[in-house]
């Protein structure tokens, strides 16, 4: 079982702003260990979308941005696109034994 | 361009060994960076399996520990997963990525396309 909670679904129209949160604890994002997330397209590999919590990989579209306060971190989407339907995951680094690596749950975005 | 491609078996029959290679393409493993798997079940979420270091230097999750077992292969440029005592549970979409980043901030900035690994119930 994932400790980086995610919600399961977030939806918005063409051109909206959507955020999903990762909420994690003081063993991970809250001991200020860096966050990263990826978008996963249907029927293919995850894809580094943001690292070091707001840093974009070369290739990735300004509108995705990335922040993190706390124990917790988000993901936005400015001016939504049909191709940015995805799953979302979120990853951090955790220091108790349920594992080193922990994965967000996943959010589903929607374009509606 | 760094590409990392999984090889091995579809099917795994209960109680045997899983076994993949991870070969990868456009960096050699001896010029540093962690290895790693993932794996996703059907429908589900992604899991930590474990990495490596290419002077076999590993890190597993505590929840499959017992049966993990990784290894690397600079000459060919390939690391491969094993995973013993395999059961319906372990059937998932197994990937292998690149570890990036310092400690703490970690990231996996290269993925394989992935391999599904069935054991049937």
């Known amino acids: 079982q994932s400790v980086l909670t995610q919600p399961p679904s977030v939806s918005g129209a063409p051109g909206q702003r959507v955020t999903i949160s990762c909420t994690g604890s003081?063993?991970?994002?809250?001991?200020?260990?860096?966050v990263s997330w990826y978008q996963q397209l249907p029927g293919t590999a995850p894809k580094l979308l943001i690292y070091?919590?707001?840093e974009r990989p070369s290739g990735v579209p300004g509108r995705f941005s990335g922040y993190k306060s706390g124990s917790s971190a988000s993901l936005a989407i400015s001016g939504l696109q049909a191709e940015d339907e995805a799953e979302y995951y979120c990853l951090s680094y955790d220091n108790t034994l349920t594992g080193l690596y922990v994965f967000g749950t996943g959010t589903q975005v929607t374009v509606l | 361009q760094v590409q990392l491609q999984e090889s091995g078996p579809g099917l795994v029959r209960p109680s045997e060994t899983l076994s993949l290679i991870c070969t990868v393409s456009?960096?050699?493993?001896?010029?540093?960076?962690?290895w790693g798997w993932i794996r996703q079940p059907p429908g589900k979420g992604l899991e930590w399996i474990g990495f490596i270091y290419h002077s076999g230097r590993t890190y597993y999750t505590p929840s499959l520990e017992s049966r993990v077992s990784m290894s690397v292969d600079t000459s060919r440029n390939e690391f491969s997963l094993k995973l013993s005592s395999v059961t319906a549970a372990d059937t998932a979409v197994y990937y292998c990525?690149?570890?990036?980043?310092?400690?703490?901030?970690?990231?996996?900035?290269?993925w394989g396309q992935g391999t599904l690994v069935t054991v049937p119930a």
């Open positions: 070091l919590n707001s």
């Open positions: 003081s063993s991970n994002i809250g001991a200020g260990y860096d």
């Open positions: 456009g960096y050699s493993i001896s010029s540093g960076y962690y």
């Open positions: 990525a690149r570890r990036a980043g310092a400690t703490g901030s970690y990231y996996l900035d290269n």
